[in-house]
């Protein structure tokens, strides 16, 4: 009799630890909780031709919290170096006025006081000699969607007061020249970017009947056309050295050399802070490894929401209502903590146990690690292990029903968006009538690289009304993506798939 209760007794422990065993958050408390990017850029820049070189010339950066820290303060020391003055650091605040978060990929790593930096929709552009409009998301993704800022720099670059002048585009902030249409006068020229604007960039190409391949991995590219302002695109960080050996060269015409081994300016770094970390004047402050995380900056706008997380919004409950359904969430580190909330409330109640799915590198180089943020994304909150890479769903034959991806810019458009085996990890999963697949929020910039087609206007209509769907933007309304009779828009932020064929 014993032995029976104790079998049953382990069974129902064994379901117990099962239940608790998906869909669980970890606490994490400390910056040092949360994973790094591991790269490494160049910490060498050219050496000035004169410590007054640029001393008179105005320059403006333009860029949001989550901007890529070395592409900021790269260019910022290359410009002290030769005795640049003026330079206004104007930052799209994005709902969140308050230091800005600079970030190593998606980890919080240096923060500019706000008293350092000027509102970009308070600014003159006309003013500056240089505009340049760094990478990184959301901060790239933030500021394409900020019509006044589109609207300024389309001004400025029309200009034909400013001819002579410069704009820099680096990283994803190419997005921002597709956005504001500067592209346009460049069709046809060789391009390039950032992996993460790969399917910005191919969208606008193919809706514009431009060949792929004007789309490069060449590091920088100098872009000059009559009576206009210079263009100069850089790829990446990595590509930092080239890009601003173009700007002396090639505007200004200092006569410099690319860095070499005996020949360089190290990045400036300030004794107690790591080899290779920057430091200038107070200007960039390192956040410490071990910074409580709850004391980086949030929104107050959705302070509210967090401590009143119990609330589910009506499109997920339509989808999950039928509890026996298996869902997957689809994610990487930056998916937003307020709709997993939602989800694992929701799901925690489900008899059949439903997954996070991740790609298989996360798995491999990451020990499984997803890190959720606060909406804009200048705080870590929670830390989620990844049930099964999309891989081993498919290799382990594990049956599912559902598919969700949940918004956040770093999963959705920088890992997932660009991860060619998830995509067709999901199409596969669209063909099975039985399958029903829920984009939410910045989850829908999927559908693009999906390559579906879909011949009517009005989703197009509907998503580009929706505040939060900031991200969504040009893309949707150059890919053609239209209703269709199997698609359901459950509300304006989201598109539920099902009954495909
Ligand atoms: C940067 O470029 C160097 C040299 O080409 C390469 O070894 C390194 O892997 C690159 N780093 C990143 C993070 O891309
Ligand atoms: C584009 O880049 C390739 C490779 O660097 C070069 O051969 C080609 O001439 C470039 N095309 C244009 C239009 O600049
Ligand atoms: C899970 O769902 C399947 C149908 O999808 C059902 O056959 C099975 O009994 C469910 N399992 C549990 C533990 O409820």
Known sequence: MASKYCVLYSLILILLICQVSSLKYETITKLQDVLGSGDSYPSQLPVASSKRALENVK??????????????????????????????????????????????FYKPSYRIPKQFTMDINKVNFNDYDVIYIPGGLPSSSALRNNQLFIQNLKSFYENKQNQEKLVIFMCSGTEVFIQSGIISDYHGLNLTGSPASVHTFSTYLKAHNIPLNTFTSIPAINLKTYNKPR?????????????????????????????????????????????????????????????????LPIANSIKHLMSQNRFLRSEYQEMLADSQKISLIAMSSGVVQREIDQLFEKLKFSPNLSYTICPGWVKQYKNSQIFTFSYPPTQPLKKIICDYSYEE??????PFDNIIIPGGLFSTNAVLRNDDGFLDFLNQAIKQKSKQILFSSSGLDLLLPLKLKYPDNQLIQRINEVPEDRDVGVDTKLAGLNNRRDKKIISLEQITLSTFN
């Open 59 to 104: 320059v403006l950066f333009a860029f949001s919290h989550g901007v890529e820290d070395q592409e900021v303060y790269y260019f910022y020391n290359y410009l002290i170096d030769r005795g640049t003055k003026q330079i206004t650091l104007g930052i799209d605040y994005n709902g969140l006025e308050s230091d800005v978060i600079l970030s190593d």
């Open 231 to 295: 263009v100069i695109l850089a790829r990446d960080p990595n590509a930092s050295t080239q890009f601003v050996t173009m700007v002396s060269n090639e505007h200004f015409h200092l006569n410099e050399k690319l860095p070499s081994a005996n020949d360089f300016t190290p990045l400036r770094t300030k004794d107690g802070y790591p080899a290779g970390k920057f430091y200038l004047k107070g200007l960039f402050e390192m956040i410490p490894e071990n910074t409580i995380l709850s004391s």
């Open 393 to 398: 769903i498919l290799e382990k034959k594990i």
